[in-house]
């Protein structure tokens, strides 16, 4: 079984800093990304970053230059560095991993996270 457990999110003011983990357990084959979302109440779910399997690496525009997501293959660790907090960024992170369909031509396969709390004050 795969699981995907969040961890690092906490109370922050504005302007500071936070560090996000995600640690995956059991295996997951054909990974085509990972990546982290998060959603605000009220609001969609929407994509923060997400770093593909080659490597390259996706941003929401509100976050480029503030965030940034890096993994750690050998840890099976994906990590979210949150800098220059505002409180726009107040929402429940989640982790994501993307992998390929089981059978041909079907589509990805998702999973998630339970999501961690981020709460920046003002």
């Known amino acids: 079984q795969v699981q995907l457990v969040e961890s690092g999110g906490g109370l922050v003011q504005a302007g500071g800093s936070l560090r996000l983990s995600c640690a995956v357990s059991?295996?997951?084959?054909?990974?085509?990304?990972m990546g982290w979302y998060r959603q605000a109440p009220g609001k969609q779910r929407e994509l923060v970053a997400a770093?593909?399997?080659?490597?390259?690496?996706n941003y929401a525009n509100s976050v480029k230059g503030r965030f940034t997501i890096s993994r750690d293959n050998a840890k099976n660790t994906v990590y979210l560095q949150m800098n220059s907090l505002q409180s726009e960024d107040t929402a429940v992170y989640y982790c994501?991993?993307?992998?390929?369909?089981?059978?041909?031509?079907?589509?990805?396969?998702?999973?998630w996270g339970q999501g961690t709390q981020v709460t920046v004050s003002s």
């Open positions: 994501n991993v993307r992998r390929a369909g089981d059978l041909v031509g079907a589509s990805v396969h998702d999973y």
């Open positions: 059991g295996s997951i084959f054909r990974v085509i990304a």
């Open positions: 770093v593909a399997s080659g490597g390259s690496t």
